[in-house]
C-alpha cells in the first residue's frame, strides 16, 4: 500500500501532467501537443533522451511524432507521470462500417443488429481517477431525467410500462469498451521508445481484456496492429493473440477473421503451430 508522501508524490506528477506548469518540452503528434518535463519522461526513455539531446537548446524544445496514433501517444506520457494509463474511449474504430466492439456473427460479419491537449487542458482529468491514474470512465452515461414513463389506467398498460422502462434502463447501463487496439498501439510505442515498464503494463491489460472481448471485430483489429507495429522478435502481443485464437479455432471458420489472417505472417504462425501439434517438433 502507498504511504501518504508516495501519494502526494503521485498528485503532484499528475498536476504537473494536467497543469503544464514548469514545462520545458512539447511533444506534438499529428492533432494535440502535451506540455512535459524533460527531467520526468527522458530518464524514462532512452530515445526521448537522444531526441532531447539533438534540440537546439536556442530554439523551441519541440519533439514532434505526427506519425504516431495520438490517443497511443497521450496514453504513453499519462503512464509517464503515473505508471499507469486509464480505459478510454476509443476516438477511432477499426472498421468504418461497423462498432469496433461489437461481437463477429457465425460467417465473421457484425454480429450486432442494424494545458495538454488541443483544447488547453489534458483530456484525462487526474481529478477523476480512481487512485492509481485511472479515470473513472463510463463510455455511455445514463440520466434518470431521460426515462420515458407511460401512463397506464389498467395493470396491463402498468406492466407494459415496467417492461419498457427496465428495457431502457438495461440499454442505458454504461458498458466495457474493448480497449485491445489501444493496448496494442501503447505497447508498440513502448517498444519504439524503449520504456519497458510501458510494454509490460500494456501487455498485462491486453491479456486481461482479450478474455473478454476475442469475440470482437477490435481484437482482428488488435491483430492487425499487433503483427504490423512490432517487430517479428518481439513476440509477447503476438503470442497473446495466437494463443487467443488457438483457445478459440471456431474463429479460423469466419469469412472475416480468414481475410485479417491472410494478410499477417499471423498465418505463418498458425502454420507452425499445427506443424508443432503434428509432429511435436519445430524445424528452426
Not at 493473440?241 to 478459440?248: A, D, E, G, M, Q
Amino acid at each position: 500500500m502507498a504511504s501518504q508522501s508516495d501519494l502526494e508524490l503521485l498528485s503532484s506528477l499528475k498536476d504537473l501532467l494536467s497543469t503544464g506548469q514548469y514545462s520545458d518540452l512539447t511533444i506534438a503528434s499529428a492533432d494535440e501537443q502535451h506540455q512535459v518535463h524533460k527531467v520526468i519522461v527522458c530518464p524514462r526513455s532512452h530515445v526521448l533522451t537522444k531526441l532531447c539531446s539533438d534540440l537546439d537548446a536556442n530554439k523551441e524544445q519541440l519533439i514532434s511524432i505526427p506519425e504516431e496514433d495520438s490517443q497511443a501517444v497521450q496514453l504513453m506520457i499519462h503512464y509517464l507521470y503515473t505508471l499507469d494509463y486509464p480505459q478510454v474511449t476509443p476516438r477511432t474504430q477499426v472498421t468504418p462500417k461497423s462498432p469496433e466492439h461489437q461481437p463477429l456473427g457465425a460467417n465473421g460479419t457484425n454480429g450486432a443488429n442494424g494545458a495538454n491537449g488541443t483544447n488547453g487542458t489534458h483530456p484525462i482529468d487526474p481529478k477523476q481517477s480512481n487512485g492509481h491514474g485511472a479515470p473513472l470512465v463510463s463510455p455511455v452515461e445514463y440520466s434518470i431525467e431521460q426515462e420515458e414513463f407511460i401512463a397506464a389506467t389498467d395493470l396491463a398498460n402498468k406492466a407494459a410500462a415496467k417492461n419498457k422502462k427496465k428495457k431502457k434502463r438495461a440499454q442505458s447501463t454504461p458498458t466495457t469498451t474493448s480497449n485491445l487496439v489501444i493496448h496494442a498501439r501503447v505497447y508498440a510505442l513502448g517498444s519504439k521508445y524503449g520504456i519497458k515498464g510501458l510494454k509490460n503494463l500494456s501487455a498485462d491489460k491486453f491479456e486481461d481484456e482479450v478474455k473478454r472481448h476475442w469475440d470482437t471485430e477490435d481484437f482482428l483489429g488488435a491483430a492487425q496492429e499487433a503483427y504490423t507495429s512490432t517487430s517479428e522478435q518481439d513476440r509477447t502481443i503476438r503470442d497473446s493473440v495466437l494463443n487467443t485464437i488457438k483457445s478459440h479455432p471456431e474463429l479460423l471458420g469466419r469469412k472475416q477473421v480468414q481475410e485479417v489472417i491472410k494478410k499477417l505472417e499471423l498465418s505463418f504462425d498458425l502454420l507452425m503451430h499445427h506443424l508443432q501439434n503434428s509432429t511435436g517438433t519445430l524445424t528452426k
